[in-house]
């Protein structure tokens, strides 16, 4: 069984430009969550989905990323325009329904904004 | 607020054993897990406790004690390949179930 992949691995950009992330969970994990880590400090949360819905965004940092997870598969997070700040690992995790323990997480897309 | 508070790194000899503790404040608790870390990559699930007391898993034991806020991360009989960071995360539980984590803490296992 898959697990989960995210894509790209790495991003570098520019500030001010966009870059889009993508994060396909395992099939049949109707949770999907995103986090960050800036380095040294603690996995961030960002944002939680059930399905398509937005379950809880009070992580998502500004109106610069927007989140998106149409028909409930994959999702998407986009960061528009880049800022200095926003440089770090973007992990994605999913979990089945219910009451659940443990989380599987993607291996995570290094952006950074230069 | 919320915060969890873990050591920010330990070091530890083959065969040895550590600790890793983390205490947490946070609004809303339904249990803590551990998560593994290595190199930057994927976090992996270790163990999770929702009552007080031990879990065992192997080599891997966390305890938890609610009434303190406290918990903890045993490794036994380490190997070269638990070094690693290591997250202690607070599920909150309700309609999220989010997990909340702390800083981590980078295991260095010495020959």
């Not at chain 1, 200095?84 to 950074?112: K, M, P, W």
Request: net charge negative.
């Amino acid at each position: 069984e898959a697990g989960v992949t995210q894509f790209p691995s790495h991003s570098v950009i520019e500030k001010g430009q966009t870059v889009t992330l993508r994060c396909d969970p395992i099939s049949g994990h109707d949770n999907l969550y995103w986090y960050r880590r800036v380095m040294g400090k603690e996995i961030k949360f960002l944002l939680h989905f059930v399905k398509e819905s937005k379950q809880d965004e009070s992580g998502m940092p500004n109106n610069r990323f927007l989140a998106e997870r149409t028909g409930g598969t994959y999702s998407t997070l986009k960061v528009q325009p880049a800022e200095l700040e926003d440089s770090g690992v973007y992990f994605c995790a999913s979990t089945i329904s219910g009451a659940n323990t443990e989380a599987f997480f993607g291996q995570g897309t290094r952006l950074t904004v230069v | 607020g919320q915060s969890l508070e873990q050591p920010s790194e330990v070091t530890a000899v083959e065969g040895a054993i550590v600790q890793i503790n983390c205490t947490y404040q946070t609004s809303g608790f339904y249990g803590l897990s551990w998560y593994q870390q290595h190199d930057g990559g994927a976090p992996t699930f270790l163990s999770y406790n929702a009552l007080d007391g031990l879990e065992e898993t192997g080599r891997f034991s966390s305890f938890l004690s609610r009434s303190d806020s406290y918990g903890y991360l045993l490794l036994q009989e380490l190997q070269m390949k638990d070094s690693a960071s290591y997250f202690c995360a607070v599920r909150r539980g309700g309609a999220t179930n989010k997990l909340i984590f702390g800083t981590g803490t980078l295991l260095a296992v010495q020959p």
